[in-house]
């Protein structure tokens, strides 16, 4: 079973452009969570997707945002770039939906950097 | 919404001695508690978990302890490996899926 792919895996952007990462979940998995990950920060959760739905949000301003797709892929968004957004974006599929807690299955991430 | 703190945020331990990582949370509604270990260059993996109905769990040298009343939960590595060196993350979470995560912890095994 192929795993969480993510899409690009590195890129370079300059402030206030806009950039969106893409995330292919393991086949089967309606729940997609993403997260950004920063040294000393550890992974901030951005917001978790259910059946196209979002279902959980963070802490994060609205030039972040996120669509998810009827066969379960995911987009993200940031818009109006800045240089603290560089970080890698982790996405995690689950096989758990309507309710209850289960594993996250990360991809390798998209690493942003900011210019 | 849930708080995770995790300690130390770096750990450094001699091949064969033990490990222990610290957390605690916030929100006494969370009901599951996943460890995550991050390579260099790779996505977080989940090593162990531990539900609130369970106080510990245990897989080869790898333990969880969970303490609901004061809310914190604890990984146990026992005879630490070179290849243990990683960074791990304890999480906490809703029934909802909304998964969250501490710090991290950069531990270091010394042959």
């Known amino acids: 079973k192929a795993g969480v792919t993510q899409t690009p895996r590195y890129l370079i952007k300059t402030r206030g452009q806009q950039v969106t990462l893409s995330c292919s979940p393991i086949?089967?998995?309606?729940?997609v969570s993403w997260y950004q990950q920063t040294p000393g920060q550890g992974l901030q959760f951005l917001f978790e997707y259910f059946s196209e739905t979002q279902r959980n949000k963070g802490n994060f301003p609205g030039r972040f945002s996120g669509r998810q797709f009827s066969n379960s892929r995911s987009e993200m968004n940031v818009s109006t770039l800045e240089l603290g957004d560089s970080a890698l974006y982790l996405c995690?599929?689950?096989?758990?939906?309507?309710?209850?807690?289960?594993?996250?299955?990360f991809g390798e991430g998209s690493r942003l950097t900011v210019l | 919404g849930e708080n995770v703190e995790q300690h130390p945020s770096t750990l450094s331990v001699q091949e064969g001695d033990s490990a222990v990582i610290k957390c605690t949370y916030s929100?006494?509604?969370?009901?599951?508690f996943p460890w995550y270990k991050q390579e260099l260059g790779k996505g977080p993996q989940l090593i162990i978990d531990?539900?609130?109905?369970?106080g510990e769990k245990k897989d080869q040298r790898i333990a969880v302890t969970l303490n609901k009343t004061a809310k914190h939960f604890s990984l146990h590595i026992t005879e630490t490996q070179p290849e243990d060196s990683a960074v791990y993350f304890c999480a906490a979470s809703l029934w909802n899926n909304d998964m969250r995560f501490g710090a991290g912890t950069r531990l270091t095994v010394k042959p």
């Open positions: 531990i539900r609130s109905n369970v």
């Open positions: 995690a599929s689950s096989p758990v939906g309507g309710g209850g807690t289960g594993e996250l299955f």
């Open positions: 929100d006494s509604a969370s009901n599951y």
């Open positions: 086949s089967g998995h309606r729940s």
